[in-house]
């Protein structure tokens, strides 16, 4: 098909970063400098310019900055994200004339015959003929200059024209310095190709890429053995949370929970007087999704936590389960928002074999789907007016996927600063697409990469691009629901050994961590269905998930000084912050995994060794990348183990490394001599 307007010489593709051709917007983070890369070129030998257009959304004419050319066609530039939000960018790019004459005409003078070498083989250049076509270039912008510019450029004209009428036998290069920047203000841009579409990105706050989160049951607060926990207890813990350096509290849901086919512990299916049921059976005669557990406390109480939870520097954390109990107020108002059997019962949940009689999923297909929509945001907009900025949503991924891209965005609307965690143990396709469709943070497949190859391969995955654009991960040892076969150590050397492990990696491997608290600080390590010579399962025995437990923080199991030292090492390292300079170094044992971070410029790099194997001594000789690491290929070095502050003499790119089961790691920051 022939265009309406062939003369739009200049091709733009490969722009980075886009995700879906522009169907999500990447993510950055406040304060990023984001730079955009693409392939801008044209036919034949004429030379090409091109600009970057962005605007934040609240903008209507956007800012222009010009691209820079990089290598084979290949061109860039950087703007600021100064607001929290949607921006959207684009680019316009166009046959530079004057840039092409300016290199043509500098060929030509170069190859003027020398009047010094008569002898020389070299033809007429038509210099004069080329200083016209200059001018004529030159006059053709001053019509589009304004102002004093105007007056500049036509000057500039008229002394090409006169340099040309001299017809000099030898031309000497002209000063063009002062109109190349002038020429430079207005492009000729009557047949410039402009990218069809403005590429959007989401720019969230710091909280987004660098946090540390900790996992507690309000019900097993209390200091109190058996007695329910209130969230005046969680307050009482926030200054000990804090002390130990994680900046998010996360509570599963503190909702009412149900009565019928509530689970009694260890999951069982029938309840006994007393049993308190699991959490995520949400709803009761007293309330579902907006109201508090009558035994946690008030409204008001709840106020009250997330206002000294401020004052402790952390922030709150609310676990968002979309599901309900059969006594939730939804199941009677809006039975049409759940399934039902042929027998007119309502579907309970299920994942085969494990059933979940105490649980009705929601109808994503309801007809009344508009009205479903409606209600699960206004839950997202109650905790948003109670101060809440952090949610962690359950099983996102089993509820519709379009859901999720309306109701973020209708969230971020009026609070961008929101963060949302999507727990979604899934399908690779399914976790990215929450992601791309608006979740800030995902869990990942962490927990089962235990070994070296596993480890690498996959953080190389999601921590480089394209995936890296919209995917951030926030690695998580443990949860409630999974405690991997690696814990279920029950030798107390090689346990500890590999709780310290697992919470290292995590903490330096991903910006952002967490662990379900209490139990993964004790080394709680047995499973409730174990198995002759076989882990039989990953749920806890005794779970808090169905009862009340008490944990004693002052036990000498606890590796709460670890986790303390951890978070100092990752707040005072800003290398640690971020995931996009993560690089493994090769290393001759495979029980030893060697990687670093570090920041721009290389004022901040920190360098991991850490022994995958809890029972045995492992040494390793290390080949370093010394340019990840901002050092010459050749000469000494320091590196200080931030675990222990020892600090050793390096040379080179070799260096040799043991770690014992019981050191587990070493963190060396790279000491600038």
Known sequence: MKPTEGRHRVVIEEIQPQIEAGRYPAKRVLGDIVEISAAIFADGHDHVAARLLYRHKSQHKPIAIPFTAVNND?????????????????????????????????????????????TQQVGPQDI??????????????????????????????????????????????????????????????SFSTTYPTELPLWVDRERARYSSWYELFPRSASSTPGKHGTLADVETHLPEIAAMGFDILYMPPIHPIGVAFRKGPNNSVTAQPGDEGSPWAIGAPEGGHTAIHPKLGTL?????????????????ALDIAFQ????????????????????????????????????????????????????????????????????????PHTKALPFWEWCIAEVHKSTP????????????????????????????????????????????????PPVSDFFRPNVWPNTPDILHEQLQNP???????????????????????????????????????????????????????????????????????????????????????RNETLHFHPCDNPQI?????????????????????????????????MGKLGLPWQGPFIVEDLLTGTRYNWHDQWNYVALKPTATAHIFRIVNL
């Open 417 to 464: 600063e929101a963060i949302f965690l999507a727990e979604a143990f899934t399908r690779p396709h399914v976790m990215y697409s929450l992601a791309k469709g608006g979740f800030t943070q995902s869990y990942t497949y962490f927990t089962w990469r235990t070994d070296k190859p596993g480890l690498q391969e996959y953080f190389e995955e999601i921590t480089t």
């Open 593 to 625: 995994l060697c990687y670093s971070k570090s920041t721009p410029a290389h004022a901040n790099s920190i360098l991991m060794a850490v022994n995958l194997d809890p029972s045995n001594e492992q040494a390793a000789t290390i080949n370093l990348d």
């Open 74 to 118: 290949i061109w860039a530039a950087k703007f600021p994200v100064d607001q929290l939000g949607t921006w959207y960018f684009t680019i316009e790019a166009w046959i530079d004339h004057f840039d092409t004459w300016v290199h043509d005409l500098g060929k030509r003078l170069a190859a003027q015959p020398d009047p010094q070498q008569p």
């Open 300 to 316: 008001a109480d709840f106020d009250s936590l997330v206002a000294a939870a401020k004052a402790n520097n952390l922030e709150l």
């Open 324 to 395: 309900c109990s059969p006594d939730h107020p939804w199941v009677k108002e809006h039975p049409e928002w759940f399934n039902h059997r042929p027998d007119g019962t309502i579907q309970y949940a299920e994942n085969p074999p494990k059933k979940y009689q105490d649980i009705y999923p929601l109808n994503f297909e309801s007809s009344d789907w508009r009205a479903l929509w409606a209600a699960l945001y206004g839950v997202f907009k109650f905790w948003i007016d109670h101060g809440v900025r952090v949610f962690r949503v359950d099983n």
């Open 128 to 189: 004069p003929l080329a200083l016209r076509i200059g001018a004529n270039l030159i006059d053709a912008a001053s019509s589009r200059a304004t102002g004093s510019d105007t007056t500049r450029l036509k000057l500039f004209a008229r002394q090409f024209r006169s340099l040309a009428e001299e017809n000099r036998p030898f031309y000497t290069p002209p000063p063009l310095a002062e109109i190349i920047d002038l020429m430079a203000k207005y492009p000729d841009l």
């Open 491 to 577: 030798d107390p050397i090689q346990r500890r050994a590999i709780f310290q492990q697992r919470v290292i990696l995590a903490a330096t491997l991903s910006a952002n961590y967490g662990i379900y608290g209490p139990a993964y600080e004790l080394l709680e390590w047995r499973p409730a269905k174990p198995s002759p010579g076989k882990t039989g399962s990953e749920e806890y025995l005794d779970s808090e998930k169905y009862q009340i437990r008490t944990w004693d923080h002052t036990s000498p199991d606890s590796i709460a000084p670890l986790l303390t030292q951890l978070n100092q090492i990752r707040r005072t390292n800003p290398a640690l912050q």
